[in-house]
């Protein structure tokens, strides 16, 4: 994990208006607003390097209601396209979603096919390495 943040803390694009992390406070908020719990590694994922912009992929965000990339917001979006009501989404990929199980496996939804696909990711953070860093 520590691996995985120091290198995108390294590949942190500079942008005209840096995003913020969020604190414990505004995590409950967004929690009570989806209505489900964060898994734990999407928790610290939030807490520690959802400022970070890098490449094409957008993570989910908590500390800007007004960002596009706020989880509430992907959230209603990705549930509404059909993505299980359990997984709460990671990010938004075109119109497909990496989404969150409750025991923390990042599990790739396809649009297309309106299904899971047979690949998955241990956690948030081989998420990162695997896909994120790699876009």
Excluded: K
């Amino acid at each position: 994990m520590e691996d995985v943040i120091d290198e995108l803390r390294e590949r942190n694009e500079p942008v005209p208006v840096p995003l913020e992390l969020p604190d414990d406070d505004l995590l409950v908020e967004v929690e009570e607003q989806i209505l489900i719990g964060l898994p734990f590694d999407l928790r610290q994922f939030l807490l520690q390097v959802s400022d970070v912009v890098y490449g094409r992929l957008e993570p989910v965000t908590a500390a800007d209601p007004q960002s596009h990339t706020y989880l509430p917001e992907v959230a209603a979006n990705a549930w509404d396209a059909g993505v299980p009501r359990h997984l709460v989404p990671l990010c938004q990929d075109g119109s497909d979603y990496y989404a969150v199980d409750p025991e923390g496996e990042v599990f790739l939804w396809e649009s297309d096919s309106g299904e899971l696909s047979e690949e998955s990711w241990e956690s948030v953070w081989h998420w990162a390495r695997d896909v994120w860093l790699e876009s």
